[in-house]
């Protein structure tokens, strides 16, 4: 079965440091790989996704994320944090194959602190 | 605008009673999924349909009940059945075929006295 681990379930930052968060991921065929981010008490956004080619994907808001096979992981990243940035980040791999096509997997979840 | 709508955004009800969570699409999307969300557990998903009059349990479907006569609307209803129903209760919808996403409602939070 398929499985997302975000291995932090906390983290803080300062405003303008860099930032990573990890996810790691199980799954038996070439993922489909998303990072989502959700402020409190709202739905999720979409911020980037992985299906294919090119290992680095950029997203929306300065984000980026990097497959990386041989490691299992789609860590998410961003060179300088803003206070905005501040929410609940969740990695997530899609289910393409078989009568359960389309279901979405989700890690726990990371909560991200942003110090001024 | 397209997107999709959850009411109420905040819902009471008393323990014993069922209540119906509303889900609206105006996206053209196939498929829909209801997912309930804890603190520190992530998404799991409770029910999902493919395609108009058909649906699949999830991963938590026990006390919950859903239909899907239109493909804009995907109602849940949380039974008196459902042990623990406090939580936040998320839907999305997908487009179809490669590169399909799945787009999320704002949820609606529903707490059982």
């Known amino acids: 079965a398929q499985s997302v681990t975000q291995p932090d379930i906390h983290i803080t930052v300062s405003e303008g440091a860099s930032l990573e968060l990890r996810c790691n991921y199980s799954?038996?065929?070439?993922?489909?790989l998303f990072w989502y981010v959700q402020s409190p008490g709202q739905g999720l956004q979409l911020l980037l996704k992985?299906?294919?080619?090119?290992?680095l994907v950029q997203g929306i808001k300065g984000f980026e994320a990097e497959f990386k096979r041989s490691q299992s992981s789609f860590n998410l990243r961003k060179p300088s944090v803003h206070w905005s940035d501040a929410a609940e980040y969740f990695c997530?791999?899609?289910?393409?194959?078989?009568?359960?096509?389309?279901?979405?997997?989700f890690g726990q979840g990371t909560i991200l602190t942003v110090h001024p | 605008d397209g997107g999709i709508t959850q009411s109420p955004k905040y819902l009471f009800r008393k323990e014993g009673q069922n209540v119906t969570l509303s889900c609206e699409q105006n996206?053209?999307?196939?498929?829909m999924y209801w997912y309930r969300q804890d603190p520190g557990q992530g998404l799991r998903l409770i029910y999902y349909?493919?395609?108009?009059?058909?649906?699949q349990k999830g991963d938590i479907a026990e006390g919950y009940s859903v239909s899907r006569e239109k493909k804009e609307s995907f109602p849940l209803t949380v039974t008196s059945a459902q042990k623990n129903p406090t939580a936040f209760y998320l839907c999305?919808?997908?487009?179809?075929?490669?590169?399909?996403?799945?787009?999320f409602g704002p949820g609606t939070r529903l707490t059982v006295l």
């Open positions: 999305a919808s997908r487009t179809r075929g490669y590169g399909d996403t799945q787009y």
């Open positions: 799954y038996g065929a070439t993922p489909y």
């Open positions: 992985y299906f294919s080619g090119d290992t």
């Open positions: 997530a791999v899609l289910n393409a194959g078989g009568t359960s096509y389309g279901k979405l997997t």
């Open positions: 996206l053209n999307h196939d498929a």
């Open positions: 349909s493919q395609i108009v009059n058909d649906f």
